[in-house]
């Protein structure tokens, strides 16, 4: 995992969908272009969600993982 510059960081643990997709359309609106945005979710749904949501929304999913049972997604505002 590089050391990334993350300006908001946002949980959406314990939330089923579409809930984290939400938190992350919420989340993305307060930062700006290029910057990133990290969100952590439980929802195993939550992988195929937000890669579905990066495309649509053209905001960049440059990283993710899983462990413990949470999954984490690294997003760069378009």
């Known amino acids: 995992m590089a050391n990334l510059d993350i300006k908001l960081k946002v ?3 314990g ?3 579409p ?5 992350a359309t919420q ?8 910057q990133l945005m990290e969100i952590v979710a439980t ?3 939550s992988v195929k969600d937000f890669d579905a949501w990066s495309k649509a929304t053209g ?7 899983a462990a413990d049972g949470k999954f984490r997604f690294v ?3 378009k």
């Open 11 to 13: 949980d959406a643990s």
């Open 15 to 17: 939330l089923s969908c």
């Open 19 to 23: 809930l984290p997709i939400l938190k």
């Open 27 to 34: 989340g993305i609106k307060t930062i700006e272009s290029g």
């Open 43 to 45: 929802d195993p749904g």
């Open 59 to 65: 905001n960049a999913l440059i990283e993710q993982d």
């Open 75 to 77: 997003l760069r505002r």
